[in-house]
């Protein structure tokens, strides 16, 4: 019976590997020079093999009476012992360096000491060459097709990842030039046509075009650039001709740090890593020498012991088969490969993970802590009143954003926005900004005072609240108070879908941290269901918060900050995961956090949270399968039940199946 | 100094040994294998000969996998 299986998995792979050897013909990349020799060795000796099988041992036996008694025996050993070396001598090889490099407890060494003891084994019985020379070959076979996976699916997630531009066009006397783009300087003039990416980062000088940035973001929709717009690297200009001028050397370009962010990812090990390689490290010697007792121990018991005959072939044949199911390869190549998936999967999605470490983190994410601007609302302001003003609203307005002129802060921003003039800088001197309160500025020799009621106190100024809610800035020139405006940030379309996703991801707090007013914050909070609000934080603030919740929280539990990245770098760092948001061109936010997402999609955070448990499960599923498949068949090895093709399942199948899991984590779209 | 090679190793565990390998050479600071990316990131020592730190790594690694390659 079992031998009919071998003949029917022989023919399989003599088929299949042919198939593989002619496909290879046609397309040149399917396999690297190595596999392809493996593969023909594979598929030469598994022909040997099936050619052997049909010729049996009595037929050798009818050489003795032509040549020498035993000659049949010795002729049948050599014609398998050739077929052994042809599949398995770099086994042998790599063993015996093994042994001489004192690295003696390595698959090499279990491989060729099972396959060489059953070998032993069959020469003193004359019996089954078979089973020695097909555990060797199922086990290259399964070397050939876990080198393949692994390739492939590295393969893959580059070219997932495959946004590094390779030339960057550059004018010279009329005609477009192409030249690597690390050798152009910054402030160079470069062209980027239809259908190609941008190399460098900078700013549009002429032309206009729509910009595809799914490479970047995951986002599909193309975002319009005209003159004066910067554009970040990594993007493909869809229609129309740009010139641009950089701002940036390659190396310090979008493009190059996030490539650099994501290749270095897997090099910080998660727990799990860090688990499999210690675990590794005391399993093999302690498998091999439980192999050993179970050579040795049994059968002298039952010798001094017992009286009853020792069995050493019964025993040592099962100490060998103990030795091929003990290869911990499964695990070591299947959890970093997990790993490897999910953090190229999420970074096609626009979420770039720092490390293996952080994916693993985020999957037990109970707390995050927002920072209100810029993640849950667009941090787009705009004026929506101007009361109690002493003069021309338009009047007071100008005054405020001259006074503002120097700040990049939203708000500012906003009312510079909204005033729509040319602001004339020169009319400004002696800005101070004071941190968390607002400005004070001379204009046209008039000292303004814009900002919020705390810097009203600070100055003695009495002012009027308003009945609307939005952050409000007051104004008072000469120390007079000259009204406020009101000014109201617009909540993301997506803020209230994504908290109800979080939720649902399962995180247990959701708080929101802002520096506006405790009225704009409660009724932002209420609209999206957020658990905790703390307002009128300044930067400051907002660390010692986060600090009180880390006090808080369970041990177990991990608390995520999402920040928008500008202003709270020292809060990224502190919580236990810092997520940067809309992250395209801000080099800070990139730099301090742990997670990036590449726009400011707040869905994306549940996305991000979803991957690293998918990703997590794939992982924890594989440590427990392949280690309840491992110690099943030891202790069915050690009893005698499992014999060397079951053992060769739990090697090599094992690791087949653990690696096909590994891949699932690369197909995250749809979560 | 830190600096980043191209390393070919066949199998996760080896890569595991070839990094606790590695990191006992004199002069590495700290040495990191990276399997799924096929790297390796050295750090070096402080005056340390970075041609001869390689090339003690690449033996010591060779001990580990033969047919272990590192181009530096």
Redesign the interface.
């Known amino acids: 019976m079992q031998e009919i299986i071998v003949d029917i998995l022989l023919s399989v792979v003599i088929f299949t590997s042919l198939g593989f050897l002619f496909y290879q013909a046609k397309h040149r990349d399917f396999m690297t020079k190595k596999q392809k020799k493996m593969m023909r060795r594979i598929l030469l000796s598994s022909f040997i093999l099936f050619e052997l099988q049909l010729i049996n041992a009595s037929l050798f036996a009818e050489l003795d009476g032509v040549l020498f008694p035993g000659a049949g025996r010795w002729l049948r050993f050599l014609c398998y012992f050739a077929d052994y070396i042809i599949i398995g001598h770099d086994i042998l ?2 063993a015996w ?1 093994g042994i001489l ?1 004192r ?1 003696v407890f ?2 090499n060494f279990l491989m060729a000491v099972a396959t060489l003891g059953a070998m032993a084994l069959a020469i003193y019985e004359n019996g089954e060459y078979l089973e020695s020379i097909a555990v060797m070959l199922f086990y290259q076979i399964g070397e050939w097709f ?2 393949y996976a ?1 390739g492939k699916s ?1 393969r893959n ?1 580059s070219s997932l990842m495959d946004i590094r531009p390779d030339y960057a066009n550059i004018e010279r006397d009329g005609a477009l030039e192409q030249v690597d783009p690390d050798e152009v300087p910054v402030g160079s003039i470069i062209v980027v046509q239809p259908g190609e990416k941008v190399p460098i980062d900078g700013i549009i000088v002429e032309g206009t075009s729509s910009l595809n940035t799914s490479a970047l973001t995951g986002e599909s929709l193309p975002r319009e650039a005209n003159v004066g717009d910067s554009v970040i690297s990594g993007c493909i200009s869809m229609t129309g001709v740009l010139k641009i001028e950089t701002t940036k050397e390659f190396g310090e370009s979008t493009v190059s740090k996030i490539l650099d962010l994501v ?2 990812a ?2 910080r090990k998660s727990k799990s890593e860090d688990f499999i ?1 210690r675990f ?1 490290k005391y399993y093999t010697p302690a498998v091999c020498f439980s192999a050993l007792a179970l050579a040795i121990l049994p059968p002298l018991v039952r010798i001094l012991f017992l009286n009853v005959p020792a069995m050493w072939g019964d025993w040592i044949y099962r100490a060998l088969t103990f030795l091929v199911i003990s290869c ?2 499964a695990l ?2 299947s959890i ?2 997990s ?2 998936a999910g953090i190229g999967g999420a970074s096609h999605e626009g979420i770039l993970v720092k490390g293996s470490n952080y994916l693993e983190s985020l999957s037990k994410t109970k707390y995050i802590v927002f920072d209100k601007t810029g993640t849950l609302t667009k941090g787009v302001f705009e004026v929506d009143g101007i009361h109690h003003s002493t003069m021309e609203d338009e009047k007071l307005l100008e005054y405020a954003a001259l006074a503002e002129s120097a700040s990049s802060h939203p708000i500012s921003k906003s009312i510079q926005h909204a005033c729509g003039k040319a602001l004339d800088r020169s009319r400004v001197s002696d800005i101070r900004e004071i941190s968390g309160n607002g400005v004070t500025a001379k204009v046209d020799g008039i000292t303004v005072a814009c900002g919020n009621g705390k810097l009203m106190d600070l100055l003695g100024i009495p002012y009027s609240d308003c009945h609307k809610t939005g952050t409000i800035v007051h104004i008072a020139l000469n120390g007079a108070y000259a009204g406020h405006i009101v000014i109201s940030d617009v909540i993301k379309p997506h803020a209230k879908e994504a908290i109800r996703s979080l939720k649902s991801a399962g995180a247990d707090k959701t708080v929101m941290l802002t520096g506006d007013s405790k009225k704009v914050a409660d009724q932002v909070a209420a609209e999206l269901q957020i658990d905790c609000v703390y307002s009128e934080l300044l930067p400051a603030d907002k660390v010692e918060k986060v600090e009180a919740l880390l006090g808080e929280k369970p041990a177990r539990a991990v608390l995520a900050f999402v920040g928008d990245g500008i202003n709270d770098a020292p809060v990224l760092s502190r919580a236990d995961i810092g997520i940067a948001m809309g992250a395209m061109g801000s080099d800070a936010a990139i730099e301090a956090a742990d997670i990036v997402l590449m726009d400011d999609d707040p869905l994306k955070i549940a996305k991000a949270i979803k991957i690293s448990r998918k990703c997590l499960r794939i992982v924890y599923q594989n440590i427990f399968f392949a280690l309840v498949v491992k110690f099943a068949c030891l202790l069915l090895g050690a009893v005698g039940i499992a014999n060397m093709y079951l053992a060769i399942f739990a090697d090599v199948g094992v690791m087949v199946l653990a690696v096909l899991n590994a891949i699932r984590c690369l197909f995250v779209k749809k979560l | 100094m830190k600096k980043t090679y191209k390393i070919e190793v066949d199998c996760a565990n080896c890569a595991n040994k070839m990094e606790e390998a590695a990191n006992k050479i004199a002069g590495v600071k700290k040495a990191a294998v990276n399997f799924m990316a096929l790297k390796m990131t050295v750090e070096f020592e402080d005056g340390a000969d970075m041609t001869e730190v390689m090339e003690n790594i690449l033996k010591a690694c060779r001990k580990v996998e033969p047919d272990c390659e590192i181009e530096f």
Do not use: T, Y
Request: net charge positive; glycine share 4%.
């Open positions: 090889k790599k360096k490099n690295q390595d698959e876990q080198g692994v590295r997630i290749e270095n897997s090099s390689s590794a911990p390869c070591v190549i970093p490969l790993f490897f």
